[in-house]
């Protein structure tokens, strides 16, 4: 799998279609679902992003929890019973259901930021705030990688 990387603001129509960057929908190609899944940050008002092929994965690690264990049921309910498949159009657009708009304050752009494996929707000024909230936390808490790069 490709990476999302970069960050690129679109305008979003009054029908709430906006256009997917071309480079993501190259990281996305191959995949078996052609568009995006889309669903509310548990962190912040913005919008998580995946492929599909991510989406099962998440779903495979879920299955380390037991079946019927409120951890597994509360994760589950809040990324799956949330998830918004979102398919391209011919164009490389998708439709942002209204409540995911509301939920990240997206109103006609749209924020789109890689993330490595996974890309998140914001309304451009939160996004911006926060990035100086990021850049502080890095430096306050002296953060870096681990080394290896190891999973």
């Given at each position: 799998?490709?990476?999302f990387l970069s960050t690129y603001i679109n305008k979003?129509?009054?029908k709430g279609r906006v256009s997917v960057p071309a480079s993501f929908r190259a990281a996305l190609a191959g995949q078996d679902f052609a568009g995006i899944v889309l669903f509310r940050s548990h962190a912040h008002e913005c919008l998580e992003g995946f492929g599909m092929d991510t989406m099962e994965e998440i779903s495979a690690r879920l299955d380390h929890f037991d079946l019927f264990s409120a951890a597994q049921d509360?994760?589950?309910?809040a990324i799956f019973?949330?998830?918004?498949p979102l398919p391209f159009d011919g164009e490389g657009r998708v439709i942002l259901p209204?409540?995911?708009m509301d939920f990240g304050g997206i109103g006609d752009q749209v924020a789109f930021v890689g993330m490595g494996r996974k890309f998140q929707l914001w309304a451009p000024?939160?996004?911006?705030?926060?990035?100086?909230?990021?850049?502080?936390?890095?430096?306050?808490k002296g953060l870096t990688?681990?080394?290896?790069?190891?999973?």
């Open positions: 799998m490709s990476l979003v129509d009054k509360d994760l589950a309910t019973g949330e998830a918004a209204p409540d995911l000024a939160a996004f911006e705030a926060r990035k100086i909230d990021a850049r502080e936390e890095i430096r306050a990688l681990p080394r290896g790069g190891e999973r």
